[in-house]
């Protein structure tokens, strides 16, 4: 088992693992370290089905079902993560830089992202690492989120904050929109602890974070901002090409992630689990 990294600060490519075959507690624990230290993990020329992925998925944590997504009528631990040929000019699900369901009041610790039909060019995804962002963080910038809290809500599936009706979406993955439960406010601090790291981790994303505490929408604004363009430059990031059969299992915790929406006539499927986490702090 060996790690080759893929760029400077975040993400590295795990070679001599097949996770059809049993996972050993030594690698497991492997992965697990690996998780902690790259944030970002990429196996090739793997050939899951589901029952498979949602195995992997269990060396990091319990599988979590999210919100407001419908699952695959395969499984419903699963997210078909879907855009057809014919489905062009629209958005698709994670297309700006995020954090998964922040709003949550304990966020998904992770995901697992398998690729099964790919585009022969386009639909990359990319990471960026929250820990070194905050680690890097302009003085002025450090002293306005530590020990301050941030607020989240569901956004784009609630009521006050859903995409104007006449914006196009795809037709291919299920999404809930209108959901009053989905509007409602959590407070998370704009600076967490990874639980085994023990790393802070600048934990603010532009889909889910409304405002910072103590601030109104238009005060948070320009300081939101300004940490998103710092937290996103491209040395804090990697960019990973799909390939059928490649896997990507990222921290939820310490990292924000986008899907690059430009393969238009081009259909790209990818199967998504997810796994647990806790309350930040």
């Keep these: 088992m060996q ?24 690698t497991a624990t492997f992965l697990r370290q690996a998780l902690d230290d790259r944030l970002v993990l990429f196996l090739r020329d793997q050939s899951l089905d589901l029952p498979t992925l949602k195995r ?14 419908k699952p695959s009528p395969e499984d419903a631990d699963v997210i078909a993560v879907l855009k057809e040929a014919d489905e062009v000019r629209i958005g698709v699900f994670g297309g700006d830089w995020h954090s998964d369901f922040s709003f949550l009041e304990a ?9 099964e039909d790919i585009p022969t060019y386009g639909g990359d995804t990319l990471w960026s690492n929250q820990i070194l962002a905050y680690e890097t963080l302009p003085d002025d910038l450090r002293s306005i989120v530590d020990g301050r809290g941030a607020i989240h809500t569901g956004g784009p599936y609630g009521r006050q904050n859903a995409p104007d009706a006449t914006v196009a979406t795809s037709r291919s993955i299920g999404i809930s929109r209108g959901n009053s439960d989905a509007d409602r406010e959590v407070l998370h601090p704009a600076v ?35 940490l998103y363009a710092h937290a996103t430059r491209p040395e804090l990031t ?5 390939t059928p ?37």
């Design 3 to 26: 790690l080759a990294p893929v760029a400077g600060h975040i993400g590295a490519e795990v070679l001599g693992i097949d996770l059809t075959q049993d996972i050993s507690e030594a």
């Design 56 to 69: 992997a998925t269990t060396v990091f944590g319990p599988l979590l079902r999210v919100p407001y997504v």
């Design 107 to 115: 966020p998904p610790g992770g995901s697992l992202l398998y690729g």
């Design 192 to 226: 967490r602890q990874h639980p085994t790291s023990g790393r802070r981790a600048l934990f603010v994303n532009p889909i889910y974070t409304r405002r910072l505490e103590g601030m109104s929408e238009s005060e948070s604004r320009p300081i939101l901002e300004r």
């Design 238 to 242: 990697c960019r990973f090409r799909w």
């Design 245 to 281: 059969g490649s896997l990507a299992i990222w921290d939820n915790r310490s990292t924000m992630h986008y899907a690059i929406n430009d393969y238009d006539g081009q259909r790209r499927l990818l199967y998504r689990t997810t796994f647990a986490g806790e309350r930040p702090v």
